[in-house]
Structures are given as C-alpha cells and as structure tokens.
Nanobody, 124 residues
Framework: QVQLVESGGGLVQAGDSLRLSCADS????????VGWFRQAPGKEREFVGS????????YYADSVKGRFTISRDIAKSTVYLQMNSLKPEDTALYYC?????????????????WGQGTQVTVSS
C-alpha cells in the first residue's frame, strides 16, 4: 500500500518560496500520477497541480500557474512542489496524493492514496 509523507511546510512571508516534498515510503508510486491539493480553513479542498508518471506532463490550477512547479525524482520516489512568490491566499494545508492511473488529473476522485498534509502559512 502506498504511504505518502509530506514535508517542507512552514510559516513564510508574502513573496517567499517554499519547497514541499511528498515521499513514498513504500516506493510504489513510480508508475502513478501524483497530485497536490490544498485546503484552507472553511474552504473546500482544491486542486493545485499534478504530474504524470514519467514526470513530463504537469499542469496547474490557474491560481498557481507560473508560480508553482511540480517535479519528481523517480530514484528517490519523491515528488516536489516548488512554490515561489507566495501569497497570503496560498495559506492552506497541502496534501499530496497518488493517482489511480498514470496520467495527471485535477479530479480528487482520480487519487486513491493521500498523505496527512503539511501546513503552509503565508503572512502579509
């Protein structure tokens, strides 16, 4: 069973950068897409970005496009979310998820394993 562990969250100021990591301790998600989602207090969970199994196909929510980049290190069985030019509205609990298939998707229903999340707080 896939076990995902996110790390790298923290408290930063607007305009700063953070890199989140999503590690697959069982080394089983190399053939699956990986997505990042976030949920702010009182709001619905929303899609952030996703990357396909080969790492060559990634796409993003409009709200983060041009600021966030997803990459994956197959050898380390880890996926990264590089977040630049952070804004207070990026404050949320960030989750990574392993896809049911190999291709990137923005739909939460297309992911069947989820991490516990890592908190990102951006102060103004």
């Amino acid at each position: 069973q896939v076990q995902l562990v996110e790390s790298g969250g923290g408290l930063v100021q607007a305009g700063d950068s953070l890199r989140l990591s999503c590690a697959d301790s069982k080394r089983t998600f190399s053939n699956n897409a990986v997505g990042w989602f976030r949920q702010a207090p009182g709001k619905e969970r929303e899609f952030v970005g996703s990357i396909g199994w080969r790492g060559s196909n990634a796409y993003y929510a409009d709200s983060v496009k041009g600021r966030f980049t997803i990459s994956r290190d197959i050898a380390k069985s880890t996926v990264y979310l590089q977040m630049n030019s952070l804004k207070p509205e990026d404050t949320a609990l960030y989750y990574c998820a392993s896809g049911r298939g190999a291709y990137a998707s923005a739909q939460a229903k297309d992911y069947n394993y989820w991490g516990q999340g890592t908190q990102v707080t951006v102060s103004s």
